[in-house]
Nanobody
Framework: QVQLVESGGGLVQPGGSLRLSCAAS????????MSWYRQAPGKERELVAA????????NYADSAKGRFTISRDNAKNTVYLQMNNLKPEDTAVYYC?????????WGQGTQVTVSS
């Protein structure tokens, strides 16, 4: 059974940091590109950051560049999103996604709220 389980969300003040984790099981994690998306209330889901299966190549949404870092540990079947200097506009549900030609897998999401 395929599972992607996000964790690490919560309430943080502006300027603070959070590290999201996404633990994968049920598929060959090391062969999948992984990404983080987010969806704020009333808005469409948007790509935040992505990383190739080997971890050699990453890319970021403009809103995330310089503040967020995506990484992965294929030995632990886990992808991470380090988020620094958080802003209220980063408030959203954050989802991880595994992608390969045969299809995508999504997690259930973790809430991130940035507020004073």
């Amino acid at each position: 059974q395929v599972q992607l389980v996000e964790s690490g969300g919560g309430l943080v003040q502006p300027g603070g940091s959070l590290r999201l984790s996404c633990a994968a099981s049920g598929f060959t994690f090391s062969t999948y590109a992984m990404s983080w998306y987010r969806q704020a209330p009333g808005k469409e889901r948007e790509l935040v950051a992505a990383i190739t299966s080997t971890g050699r190549i990453t890319n970021y949404a403009d809103s995330a560049k310089g503040r967020f870092t995506i990484s992965r540990d294929n030995a632990k079947n886990t992808v991470y999103l380090q988020m620094n200097n958080l802003k209220p506009e980063d408030t959203a549900v954050y989802y991880c996604k595994g992608s390969r030609g045969s299809g995508d897998y999504w997690g259930q999401g973790t809430q991130v709220t940035v507020s004073s």
